[in-house]
C-alpha cells in the first residue's frame, strides 16, 4: 500500500476548508526554520529541508547502491518465493496479526509521549481485534467501529522528548535512518519480547514475519530505481517528508474537509490566476472562431479550481488492471498489468537501450494501439496502463512508449539532446516507434496494417507532430492520430507551470509544516478513495495545496531530466541540485533549447503544423474549455483550424475529465465505432 502512496504524491503529489498549517501547534525537535534549504535556491530543496544537510552523502550513496543489489539479488527472489506460495490475503492477515502483536511498542511510545487519547485507541484496538479479529488477523477496530490504526513507533516518542534527529544515514540492510530513528529500533527491539527467547521455531518464525512484512516494499523499490534519474535523491525526499509527518502527529490528524456542495466558480473560473495575452503576438494569424459550444457535455461535475480539477485525472482507473488473489510479486499472478512485457531497442550506439511496454493479442496482425503519455511519464505509467487495457479489449495490440521528456528517452538519445522542441522531439519519437515495431516484427513476425497514436497532454501535442510529419512521408501507415488535452502554445504552458510555483513562500516560516500537511492529506485522501473510490469526486484539497502537489511533481520531472543532461555523477551532485534548485521552466527552456518565452515562440505551439490541422481528418482533438494550460484565445483558434475535428468538454480542466463516462463514451464511439 505505500509505495502507491507515494506514487500518488509523485504521480500528483496527485480539498475546501484545509487545516491550516499555522493554526497546528505540534512542536517537535526537527520544528526549526522550515526553510533552510531555500535562504539562496529558487526553489526548495525538500531532501535538505526534511533531513537537513547530507553529511555523509558519499558514504549514503554507496550504501544505498550496495543495498539496491542485496534487494535485488537475495530480498527480491525471497519474496517472490514467498508470495508465489501464499495468497495475497493470507499475506494480509499475517500483516495484520504482526501489527496487532507490536502492541507494546506503540504503547510504550503512547506512554512516553503522555498520550492519553493514543493510549485509549491503541488498548482498545488490541483487545477488540485480539478476541473479534481473532488474534489479529482481522480488523473489526476499524472496519466494524471505525477505529482506525495508527503508526505509533519509539522515535515519535523520542522526537516528543525533544532528541535531536541527528545526521541523515543509510545503513546496510536498514535504508534510510537517522541515529535517533537507529535509538528507537533499540528501544523497540528491547519490547519484542522473542528476543529473549531464542529457539529454531522461534527463529524461523520471526525470518517469516520479516520476510512478510519487508514484501510490501518491493513495489515501491522497483518504482524508486525504474522510475528516476537519481534514485538515491527522491529516496531521501521521500523518507524525510514521511518521518516528519509520522514525528509531528500529521498522520493521526483528520485533516479532510469534504464539501456536500458544488463549488462551481462558473465559467469564469478558467482564466482566474492565468496568465493573459500569452497569444498576442500571433493574434494576427488566425480569426477568432465563433464562441465555442461544448461538443461533450458532463452533467454534474462538481467544479473547483482549474488545478484541483486536473488532478482528479487521477481517479481515471480499471479496477481489473490488477485483479488477482496473489500479490504483485507472484508468479501466479496473471492480471493484466502482469501480462504486459518489456522490450527494448538501441537508438543510439554507445548509449543505454530505450525500454517500452508492450502486450499483444493472440493475432499478432490485430490493430495495434500505440500511446504518447503526458510529460515526464516513463513507459507503463498508470494512465498507459488504463488506456491499454481500454484498447486491449477492443481487440487491439498496445505499445507504450514513455514521454519523449523523461530521462529514459534522454539517456538513450545523442549527446546533447535536451527535449522542448516539437518538431524536433517527433522525429526522434518517430524513429523510436518505427524500431519499436521492427522489433517485434522480428520477434513475433506481425505487421498490423491498423495502427492508431493516442497521447495525453505533452505526448498529444507529439502525436499531432507525427501526424504532420506522417502526413509527408508516410512510414508508420497509422490510420488516426488522437490528442487529449495538448497545450496549443507550449511558452503558454510552460508559464503556467512556473506561474504554479508562486505558491512557494521561501520567508514563510511554517513552509515545512504546509508541505507536510498537504503530503499528510494525500495519504488521507488514498485510504479514503480506497475504502470507497465510487463517492469521490471532489478532491479536499484548496488551490494553493494542488498547486504545492502539481508543482512538487512536474519539478522532479524537470530535475530527472537536467540531472541526465548534465550526466549527473557522484562527485557533483550538490552542484547539479544546487543549479536545478534555481532554474524553472522558463530557464530550462532559455539554457537548453535557446528560446527565449518573452519572444514569440511560433514553433513551439500547434500554429506550426496549421496547414496539417487545416487539410487532413485523420486526427481527433479533446480539449476541455476550463484547461488552465491554455486560453480561450488558443482554443478558439484551434477550432478554427480543426473544425468538427476538436471536440470540446465543457469541463474537466487538463485531463480532469479522463475518468468521466460521458467522456469514455464518446471517445469508444469516435475511436472503435461504439454507439
Known amino acids: 500500500m505505500k509505495q502507491k502512496i507515494i506514487s500518488l504524491f509523485l504521480a500528483f503529489i496527485l480539498i475546501f476548508n484545509p487545516v491550516s498549517a499555522k493554526s497546528v501547534s505540534v512542536q517537535t525537535s526537527d520544528n526549526v526554520q522550515a526553510v533552510e534549504a531555500a535562504d539562496t535556491d529558487k526553489y526548495p530543496d525538500y531532501a535538505k529541508m526534511y533531513v537537513g544537510e547530507d553529511k555523509h552523502e558519499k558514504f549514503n550513496r554507496k550504501m544505498f547502491n550496495l543495498n539496491s543489489k542485496l534487494n535485488k539479488f537475495i530480498a527480491k527472489p525471497v519474496h517472490i518465493l514467498w508470495s508465489s506460495l501464499l495468497p495475497q490475503c493470507c499475506i494480509n492477515r499475517i500483516r495484520d496479526a504482526y501489527n496487532n502483536i507490536d502492541y507494546p511498542k506503540r504503547l510504550a511510545s503512547c506512554i512516553i509521549q503522555k498520550d492519553g487519547e493514543g493510549i485509549k485507541k491503541e488498548t482498545v ?19 466494524i467501529f471505525k477505529i482506525k490504526p495508527t503508526n505509533e513507533n519509539m522515535e515519535q516518542a523520542l522526537c516528543k522528548r525533544k532528541m535531536s534527529s541527528g ?54 523499490a522497483k518504482m524508486i530505481e525504474t522510475n528516476y534519474a537519481d534514485p538515491y535523491d527522491i529516496h531521501k525526499k521521500l523518507f524525510g517528508i514521511e518521518n516528519y509527518i509520522r514525528n509531528s502527529n500529521y498522520d493521526r490528524m483528520e ?104 502486450i499483444l493479442q493472440k493475432d499478432k496482425n490485430a490493430p495495434l ?60 519519437l518517430r524513429l523510436v516507434t518505427i524500431k519499436i515495431l521492427d522489433d517485434l516484427k522480428k520477434k513475433y513476425n506481425c505487421e498490423p496494417d491498423d495502427k492508431i497514436i493516442v497521447g495525453t497532454s505533452f505526448g498529444a501535442v507529439a502525436s499531432l507532430f507525427v501526424g504532420e510529419k506522417e502526413s509527408k512521408n508516410n512510414t508508420l501507415s497509422v490510420r488516426r492520430f488522437v490528442a487529449i488535452s495538448p497545450p496549443v502554445e507550449l511558452k503558454y504552458a510552460l508559464l503556467q507551470l512556473d506561474k504554479n510555483s508562486e505558491v512557494f513562500d521561501k520567508e514563510a516560516s511554517n513552509e515545512k509544516d504546509k508541505t507536510a500537511l498537504t503530503a499528510a492529506k494525500i495519504l488521507q485522501i488514498y485510504n479514503l478513495k480506497n475504502e470507497n473510490k465510487n463517492s469521490i469526486d471532489t478532491l479536499p484539497l484548496n488551490d494553493d495545496e494542488a498547486k504545492l502537489i502539481t508543482t ?80 480561450k484565445e488558443q482554443l478558439a483558434r484551434l477550432k478554427t483550424l480543426s473544425g468538427q475535428k476538436l471536440y470540446c468538454l465543457n469541463c474537466g480542466s487538463h485531463l480532469g475529465f479522463l475518468y468521466r463516462e460521458e467522456f469514455t463514451h464518446e471517445f469508444k464511439k469516435a475511436v472503435f465505432g461504439e454507439g
Request: glycine share 6%.
Open 125 to 143: 484496538r488490541f483487545l477488540t481485534n485480539s478476541t473479534l479479529g481473532l488474534g489479529g488477523l482481522f480488523d473489526p477496530a476499524d472496519k
Open 167 to 220: 545526521s541523515y544515514l543509510v545503513m546496510p540492510c536498514l535504508n534510510s535512518c537517522t541515529p535517533r530513528s537507529l535509538c528507537g529500533r533499540v528501544l523497540e527491539a528491547a519490547l519484542d519480547p522473542s528476543v529473549y527467547i531464542a529457539t529454531p521455531i522461534t527463529s524461523i518464525i520471526k525470518f517469516g514475519l520479516m520476510v512478510n512484512r519487508t514484501s510490501y516494499m518491493q513495489p515501491f
Open 255 to 358: 485533516l479532510l474537509n469534504i464539501p456536500d456542495n458544488n463549488t462551481n466558480k462558473g465559467d469564469d473560473t478558467m482564466t482566474q490566476g492565468q496568465i493573459t495575452g500569452a497569444a498576442q503576438n500571433i493574434s494576427d494569424l488566425l480569426p477568432l472562431s465563433s464562441a465555442l459550444q461544448p461538443d461533450i457535455v458532463i452533467q454534474d461535475y462538481k467544479t473547483q479550481t482549474p488545478v484541483i480539477d486536473s488532478m482528479k485525472t487521477a481517479l481515471f482507473e480499471d479496477k481489473t488492471i490488477n485483479k488477482s488473489i496473489w500479490n504483485e510479486l507472484s508468479i501466479w499472478n496473471r492480471s493484466f498489468a502482469k501480462q504486459v512485457k518489456t522490450g527494448s531497442v538501441t537508438i543510439t550506439e554507445g548509449k543505454p537501450a530505450y525500454r517500452y511496454k508492450y
Open 369 to 428: 494501439m500505440i500511446f504518447y503519455p503526458s510529460i515526464g511519464e516513463g513507459a507503463g505509467n498508470h494512465h498507459s496502463i488504463v488506456f491499454a487495457k481500454m484498447f486491449y479489449d477492443a481487440g487491439y495490440s498496445i505499445v507504450m512508449q514513455g514521454s519523449h521528456f523523461h530521462w529514459e528517452f534522454v539517456n538513450s538519445m545523442p549527446d546533447g539532446f535536451a527535449p522542448g522542441l516539437p518538431d524536433t522531439d517527433s522525429e526522434y
Open 552 to 631: 512538487f511533481v512536474m519539478r522532479q520531472k524537470l530535475s530527472d531530466i537536467i540531472y541526465t543532461i548534465e550526466h549527473g555523477s557522484l562527485n557533483k551532485e550538490k552542484d547539479i541540485y544546487k543549479m536545478i534548485n534555481n532554474m524553472s521552466f522558463r530557464d530550462y527552456a532559455e539554457k537548453y533549447l535557446g528560446l527565449s518565452i518573452d519572444d514569440e515562440c511560433y514553433q513551439a505551439s500547434l500554429y506550426a503544423i496549421s496547414e496539417y490541422l487545416a487539410n487532413n481528418d485523420n486526427y481527433i482533438i479533446y480539449e476541455a474549455v476550463d484547461d488552465y494550460l491554455l486560453n
